[in-house]
């Protein structure tokens, strides 16, 4: 998965941002184990693929800091 901009992000409604941070916690679970067993040849994906985790709960914080 690329990395998305906050712009993207914040266009998703809460129930969309609960599916994109399951989807991006199992992403980063898949891309461990393939940096164990030796299958990823691309070692940053795994710091992308946080750091769009950390937009999506910035964005659910940010949510419920609304309501």
């Known amino acids: 998965m690329a990395t998305k901009s906050m712009k993207?992000?914040?266009n998703?409604?809460?129930a969309e941002l609960v599916v994109k941070n399951r989807e991006l916690?199992?992403?980063?679970?898949?891309?461990k184990m393939k940096k164990?067993?030796?299958?990823l040849a691309d070692n940053a994906m795994i710091w992308r693929v946080r750091k769009d985790l950390a937009r999506v709960k910035?964005?659910?914080?940010?949510?419920?800091?609304?309501?």
């Open 58 to 67: 910035t964005l659910q914080t940010q949510a419920k800091g609304k309501k």
């Open 12 to 14: 998703l409604s809460a």
């Open 36 to 39: 164990v067993t030796g299958q």
């Open 25 to 31: 916690e199992k992403t980063i679970f898949d891309t």
């Open 8 to 10: 993207t992000l914040k």
